[in-house]
């Protein structure tokens, strides 16, 4: 394994039984470095164990004597020549002094978000002693999570004793790359990252030549012509590159085959990786590709748009449209890294970048709380202030995914404003909308379903205040539109079920609607 040049020390913080330990080991392992454990420092320094200190002296004394130790050994990780020999885990409440925040700095937080009745279930009857109340243990862990989020620069799930191990060359390869932030995207069928950040695409490079056996070495990459002549410079090396149109039209089953015969042509393995760099199309498509050849190959997404950065790169959805109705022909294949730059975004044409705010605006209303009053504050769309927003939208989709991998449940609410949207796309023979301005469309309508005039009249304010169209032009088929509804590809033998949301965070899925209702608010759009 190739020598790690860090920057930065790799700094494991989070609540009490979120796995810091044991994720800080794995990571430690992989990168061969060593464990610096401030509980077990701290142990050895009271010359007793934790709790039976904290019982005798309290938790004032006991805080005073962690920042004093934390401190001295974060600032003596930060001041080792070439680089910090060890990585640290945190005791969950170090974090709570101003001047750990402080010290934390010049290191990279790793937060293990934990689910609170996980770390419950782990610290409950322990020797732990601020885990003897479940009201106190859930008011610490609600007054703490604020604060982890706002320190970390990447987040492992709740399964961080796992994934912290493949998620290592990653790691390291962010300690020169300030930028980026990365969330650890879980599944059933596997983990990946999900980094967003100027320079992002680079890491790739980086993670492979820290760990040459973790990544493939070759790289064939599916890209969209016009993202290639702009920003193709931000690519790693590549023994070829197929280029194809970034429009919806190339979303076709003639299409795939063109690509999947050049990758065939140019000597394509099962342990080379296919680089897909474009928009959601570019990704539909590449990804389809990747699934389908040689029964698949990885797959790595590094979306150039807004849609694709928020939305469309996560969750291993990949398909090609029939002339009937939009991703008809697909497959599931999760990538095995998304890499999102937002600089990528500034050669975008305005109206593609506020196309990719209706997903913004679709995922921000999923998620309600602090990403909705972010999103709906946003007065411009400039690309050098949206990674945060690209983040917390990509996280949000990517916890979304985690729990419902394959469509069968929670996933459903990602297709708020999608099933109107998509027949919108259909019945306009995928020309006249761009992806964006259709969900925008879709999202008005679903909100009237919902019966949250309100919301609907602030979202339409939004969308039409960021130049996307919030009526039909009087050319669609309102018909047209009703009948593509039906050929949806979520439709059972139960019928047609939508997702509603009434509230901002509180959306729910597989609702029935008369057809009578969804006629209404497709002409009310027009």
Same mark, same amino acid.
Request: net charge negative; proline share 5%; hydrophobic share 45%.
């Given at each position: 394994?190739?020598?790690?040049?860090?920057?930065?020390?790799?700094?494991?913080?989070?609540?009490?039984?979120?796995?810091?330990?044991?994720?800080?080991?794995?990571?430690?392992?992989?990168?061969?470095?060593?464990?610096?454990?401030?509980?077990?420092?701290?142990?050895?320094?009271?010359?007793?164990?934790? &709790?039976?200190?904290?019982?005798?002296?309290?938790?004032?004394? &006991?805080?005073?004597?962690?920042?004093?130790?934390?401190?001295?050994?974060?600032?003596?990780?930060?001041?080792? @020549? +070439?680089?910090?020999?060890?990585?640290?885990?945190?005791?969950?409440?170090?974090?709570? %002094?101003?001047?750990?925040?402080?010290?934390?700095?010049?290191?990279?937080?790793?937060?293990?978000?934990?689910?609170?009745?996980?770390?419950?279930?782990?610290?409950?009857?322990?020797?732990?002693?601020?885990?003897?109340?479940?009201?106190?243990?859930? !008011?610490?862990? *609600?007054? $703490?999570?604020?604060?982890?989020?706002?320190?970390?620069?990447?987040?492992?799930?709740?399964?961080?004793?796992?994934?912290?191990?493949?998620?290592?060359?990653?790691?390291?390869?962010?300690?020169?790359?300030?930028?980026?932030?990365?969330?650890?995207?879980?599944? !059933?069928?596997?983990?990946?990252?999900?980094?967003? /950040?100027? +320079?992002?695409?680079?890491?790739?490079?980086?993670?492979?030549?820290?760990?040459?056996?973790?990544?493939?070495?070759?790289? &064939?990459?599916?890209?969209?012509?016009?993202?290639?002549?702009?920003?193709?410079?931000?690519?790693?090396? $590549?023994?070829?590159?197929?280029?194809?149109? /970034?429009?919806?039209?190339?979303?076709?089953?003639?299409?795939?085959?063109?690509?999947?015969?050049?990758?065939?042509?140019?000597?394509?393995?099962?342990?080379?990786?296919?680089?897909?760099?474009?928009?959601?199309?570019?990704?539909?498509?590449?990804?389809?590709?990747?699934?389908?050849?040689?029964?698949?190959?990885?797959?790595?997404?590094?979306?150039?748009?807004?849609?694709?950065?928020?939305?469309?790169?996560?969750?291993?959805?990949? /398909?090609?449209?029939?002339?009937?109705?939009?991703?008809?022909?697909?497959?599931?294949?999760?990538?095995?890294?998304?890499?999102?730059?937002?600089?990528?975004?500034?050669?975008?044409?305005?109206?593609?970048?506020?196309?990719?705010?209706?997903?913004?605006?679709?995922?921000?209303?999923?998620?309600?709380?602090?990403?909705?009053?972010?999103?709906?504050?946003?007065?411009?769309?400039?690309?050098? %202030?949206?990674?945060?927003?690209? &983040?917390?939208?990509?996280?949000?989709?990517?916890?979304?995914?985690?729990?419902?991998?394959?469509?069968?449940?929670?996933?459903?609410?990602?297709?708020?404003?999608?099933?109107?949207?998509?027949?919108?796309?259909?019945?306009?023979?995928?020309?006249?909308?761009?992806?964006?301005?259709?969900?925008?469309?879709?999202?008005? *309508?679903?909100?009237?379903?919902?019966?949250?005039?309100?919301?609907?009249?602030?979202?339409?304010?939004?969308?039409?205040?960021?130049?996307?169209?919030?009526?039909?032009?009087?050319?669609?088929?309102?018909?047209?539109?009703?009948?593509?509804?039906?050929?949806?590809?979520?439709?059972? $033998?139960?019928?047609?079920?939508? @997702?509603?949301?009434?509230?901002?965070?509180?959306?729910?899925?597989?609702?029935?609607?008369?057809?009578?209702?969804?006629?209404?608010?497709?002409?009310?759009?027009?």
């Amino acid at each position: 394994m190739a020598a790690v040049a860090a920057h930065h020390g790799i700094v494991f913080i989070g609540f009490m039984a979120a796995g810091k330990t044991r994720a800080a080991q794995a990571v430690a392992e992989k990168l061969e470095l060593g464990v610096i454990d401030t509980d077990e420092l701290l142990e050895r320094e009271l010359g007793e164990p934790i &709790f039976s200190f904290f019982e005798r002296e309290g938790e004032a004394e &006991f805080r005073r004597r962690e920042e004093r130790l934390v401190v001295s050994a974060l600032d003596a990780l930060a001041g080792q @020549v +070439g680089g910090p020999s060890a990585v640290v885990a945190l005791g969950g409440g170090a974090i709570e %002094s101003a001047r750990v925040r402080a010290a934390l700095a010049d290191h990279m937080p790793v937060w293990c978000d934990v689910d609170e009745e996980i770390a419950w279930e782990r610290a409950s009857g322990s020797d732990r002693p601020l885990a003897a109340s479940r009201v106190e243990f859930s !008011e610490r862990f *609600a007054r $703490r999570r604020p604060i982890y989020e706002s320190l970390a620069r990447v987040i492992l799930p709740s399964d961080a004793r796992e994934s912290a191990g493949p998620a290592a060359p990653w790691l390291a390869a962010m300690q020169g790359v300030p930028s980026v932030r990365m969330a650890w995207a879980a599944s !059933e069928s596997g983990g990946y990252p999900a980094a967003v /950040g100027e +320079g992002a695409i680079g890491l790739l490079g980086a993670a492979t030549e820290i760990d040459p056996g973790h990544l493939p070495a070759r790289i &064939f990459c599916i890209a969209d012509a016009d993202a290639l002549a702009e920003q193709g410079r931000l690519l790693p090396r $590549r023994e070829a590159t197929i280029e194809v149109e /970034g429009a919806e039209s190339s979303k076709t089953i003639s299409e795939a085959e063109r690509v999947l015969r050049e990758l065939a042509t140019a000597g394509v393995r099962r342990d080379d990786a296919v680089l897909a760099f474009g928009g959601g199309v570019v990704g539909d498509l590449a990804g389809f590709c990747a699934a389908t050849y040689q029964r698949g190959v990885p797959l790595i997404q590094a979306p150039t748009t807004l849609v694709a950065q928020v939305d469309s790169a996560y969750g291993g959805k990949t /398909g090609v449209d029939l002339p009937e109705a939009k991703n008809y022909v697909g497959a599931y294949h999760q990538p095995i890294a998304v890499l999102a730059d937002p600089s990528t975004l500034r050669t975008l044409p305005r109206e593609e970048l506020a196309a990719g705010f209706a997903e913004v605006v679709k995922t921000a209303l999923i998620a309600g709380g602090t990403l909705w009053d972010e999103v709906r504050q946003l007065d411009q769309l400039d690309p050098a %202030s949206l990674g945060d927003v690209i &983040f917390r939208c990509a996280q949000t989709k990517i916890e979304v995914v985690a729990s419902d991998e394959r469509d069968s449940g929670r996933r459903a609410v990602l297709n708020l404003g999608h099933t109107v949207g998509h027949a919108i796309e259909a019945q306009t023979g995928y020309s006249r909308y761009r992806h964006g301005e259709a969900v925008g469309l879709g999202l008005l *309508a679903a909100l009237r379903l919902s019966g949250a005039d309100s919301l609907r009249n602030e979202v339409e304010g939004l969308l039409a205040s960021h130049g996307l169209p919030v009526s039909l032009d009087s050319a669609v088929d309102v018909d047209g539109v009703v009948e593509a509804t039906g050929r949806d590809k979520k439709r059972s $033998r139960e019928g047609l079920g939508f @997702v509603l949301l009434e509230e901002p965070g509180e959306p729910r899925w597989g609702a029935t609607v008369e057809p009578d209702r969804v006629r209404a608010v497709v002409e009310e759009l027009k």
